[in-house]
T-cell receptor, first 115, second 114 residues
Framework: EAGVAQSPRYKIIEKRQSVAFWCNPI?????LYWYQQILGQGPKLLIQ????????DSQLPKDRFSAERLKGVDSTLKIQPAKLEDSAVYLC?????????????FGPGTRLTVT | SQKIEQNSEALNIQEGKTATLTCNYT??????LQWYRQDPGRGPVFLLL?????KEKRKERLKVTFDTTLKQSLFHITASQPADSATYLC?????????????FGAGTQVVVTP
């Protein structure tokens, strides 16, 4: 079974630029998550989708971050404009369970450096 | 505010010994708790799930306990091996009928030396 795919793996941008990350979850997984992991910290949930609907985006900085999941499969996370404090690893995860608890399968992440 | 605490200091342990990690939480009513392993440069990997009405779970050399009175989970790696060296994260999910709302701790690094 193929795992969660993410691209790009690395991205370096200047502050105030925009960036987009892509995620392809495991086939058949209805739930998709985006996390931000700052060095030395645990992953912080940004947004959770159930199929193509948003379930939880309470911690998403909506003034600069946006995410969509078209057709309930692939997802993109965008940052516009980026700030220095956005430097982190952005992890995508998916789960098969349609209700809790959610055993999550994570992708390798995208390491973003904002200069 | 809700808080999950894991020991920030790395746990250095000799091969063959048992590693014990703690996960404490406050202002939280978790319905379940999970443990993940994370290697450098990679995403977390799910290890074990324990529900609020369970006291203990085992999987091979891993054992998890969950004490909702103490608001604590213990994670044990028995007969540790150098390959067990990684960061271990606990994560709590609140509400059996919620949509997850997972929260991760910061993780504890384990270093197993031969």
């Amino acid at each position: 079974e193929a795992g969660v795919a993410q691209s790009p793996r690395y991205k370096i941008i200047e502050k105030r630029q925009s960036v987009a990350f892509w995620c392809n979850p495991i086939s058949g997984h209805a739930t998709l998550y985006w996390y931000q992991q700052i060095l030395g910290q645990g992953p912080k949930l940004l947004i959770q989708f159930q199929n193509n609907g948003v379930v939880d985006d309470s911690q998403l900085p909506k003034d600069r971050f946006s995410a969509e999941r078209l057709k309930g499969v692939d997802s993109t996370l965008k940052i516009q404009p980026a700030k220095l404090e956005d430097s982190a690893v952005y992890l995508c995860a998916s789960s098969f369970n349609r209700g809790p608890p959610y055993e999550q399968y994570f992708g390798p992440g995208t390491r973003l450096t904002v200069t | 505010s809700q808080k999950i605490e894991q020991n920030s200091e790395a746990l250095n342990i000799q091969e063959g010994k048992t590693a014990t990690l703690t996960c404490n939480y406050t202002n939280y009513s978790p319905a379940y708790l999970q443990w993940y392993r994370q290697d450098p440069g990679r995403g977390p990997v799910f290890l074990l799930l324990i529900r609020e009405n369970e006291k203990e779970k085992r999987k091979e050399r891993l054992k998890v306990t969950f004490d909702t009175t103490l608001k604590q989970s213990l994670f044990h790696i028995t007969a540790s091996q150098p390959a067990d060296s990684a960061t271990y994260l606990c994560a709590l999910g609140e509400g059996a009928d919620s949509w997850g709302k997972f929260q991760f701790g910061a993780g504890t690094q384990v270093v197993v030396t031969p």
